[in-house]
């Protein structure tokens, strides 16, 4: 808004238009180490300096905390322009203290080390990478559906002999196999090598992060070995004529079909890891006021072992009767060509059996892992988001990212075990390897390790780095209440140096107040609102008390600017003001812009 339009209004109480002149010289002269400005939703915002004889509350409209610095760009904007940065992280550090973030709970508390705790990157990725990754996992699994699709028409159109006769399918394999093998093994190299400088660094483990990353050290370990097992079958039917039953091909994919069964049990563990710990078995493993599934030892989880030596006793059999009748041709002496020789690839009621038993085993594998996801949501929202900030976040996380995966490799399980069942066809294309399931796992394994994989040790003797990726951390702390905000900022300085240059400049930095965003919200509401309709309403004057009583504000003053539109309602006391804008509202607003 324009300055001159709220300097000239009529009709304000004593000396407020010089009061208003002085707020962008109070913004850049506010040296509090409190001095923050808090955005809500519709173009209001607060700015407090308490150290200050007096302070601001300007309302912007982008949902962000924003340095003094940027408030005077803010102000001058229309509440537009306001940069963003942070992430979803804190959460899951978990040193003694990491349920205190944005608690209103008693001492200061160490929480957050980066000199002297292994430090995930999970902890300080921002919200661009945070969505990058999301998109790339749900990409994946758009790639997947793709070739599934693909794959289906090209087996409804091609007779059942193409497959024994061309190599078309372990070509295909090969071509995503191996790239996608070099990937996944640079990956591997990466995150262990991570791994393993963290632990030469002598930096302490929490467990909750040492359990992230042993989950996605696992996880990126078993995709390795799946790939492995991919791409050597193909490779020995492209050099050998006529393998395509042999027992190479066949163990392989036992192989493959073994690690499967081991990533659908890890994503079984990581789902219900979200749950907080109820009843005693689950309850003795953590004395947490937070504590989580993730708090017990992985061995807790042995019961759905029995699961896992189901479905291995079912594929085992299905591997040993596929051999025992596999290799079923008529072998015609006159046909030199052994790929025109007429192989019987139906199936005998035995292994049709097992094949259902064993996608059944698998679908149960899904309804598992839903069950806990949706037990996590319905649990965590009867107990305190500031208590559980971690497994809030974790199953937030498995639902974009996991869930689309899993729900995906049980719609291929399916559709690659039932379309032309007891046909060539569909001996080929299985026991080769379910390509779109390689392609999806792949890049969910490789953005699971991504996140999950340790900090460069050394970061931390790079003041620039360490101090970056430690704000990023600070700032996603909060306080609930305006009375709770210098206890949390006192604990948000307790692991820096008093004095140093470091606490200088993170004093600086703001923090988010529930209680402020939510009045800020409602003044947000009454820019909107006022004198739109009629004026000297009682409901009207009513609303007006009520946001001045938030404060315990004095003085209230409405400014509108009719050739452009500009809108904005002020209130004020001696120490005080409140300044709410309205977004774009009008075609004249529009013109305002350009």
Known sequence: MRGPALAGAPGLPPAPSEKLKQDAKLIELAG????HLHSADSGAAAVSAP????????LTNDGEHVPLSQAKHSLASNGSGVGKEGSIAGSVADSSASSNAGGASGSLAQHYDADGDVILRLEFLRPTEMKAIIRAARGAVLAGLAMLIGTLVFRTQKPDEYYLRTNTVPIVNLAFGCPLLAIQLTCFLVFFYRVYRSNLSGKRWSHRRR????LA????????VNLVFYVLPNAYVMAHDCSWFHPVVLWAGFVRWTIWNSIFLMFWVQAHSSNPARGPYWGRFSNRSDAAIIDAPLWAHWHKLLLWCAVEAVTLSLTVVFQANTNQATMDPNIIDCRNQDFDCSWKPAPLVLLSLNITCLVVYWLSYTFYI????????HRPYSEFRMANVTVRVQIRMRSPSIMFFTLCIVCYGFVKLGTCSSYVISWFGYLPMQVVMTITAIANAYMSMPKRPLEASIPQARQSRQFVVWLQEFAWTEADVPRKLAERASTVDPGSLQDAQLAKEPMFCFEIAVKAMFWSFLVYD??????????????????????DLEHFELFWERSLDTKAVVGWNEDTVVIAFRGTASFNNVRSIF
């Open 530 to 551: 006022y004198a739109e309709r009629s004026k000297g309403n009682d409901s009207e004057q009513e609303q007006v008390d009520a946001a001045l009583a938030l404060w």
């Open 51 to 58: 150290s200050t004889p007096s302070s601001l509350v300007a």
């Open 211 to 214: 359990r992230a990353c042993t």
């Open 217 to 224: 050290g696992i996880e990126v370990t078993l995709q390795l």
């Open 32 to 35: 509090s180490p409190a001095a």
């Open 374 to 381: 949706l037990r996590a949501l319905n649990n965590l929202k």
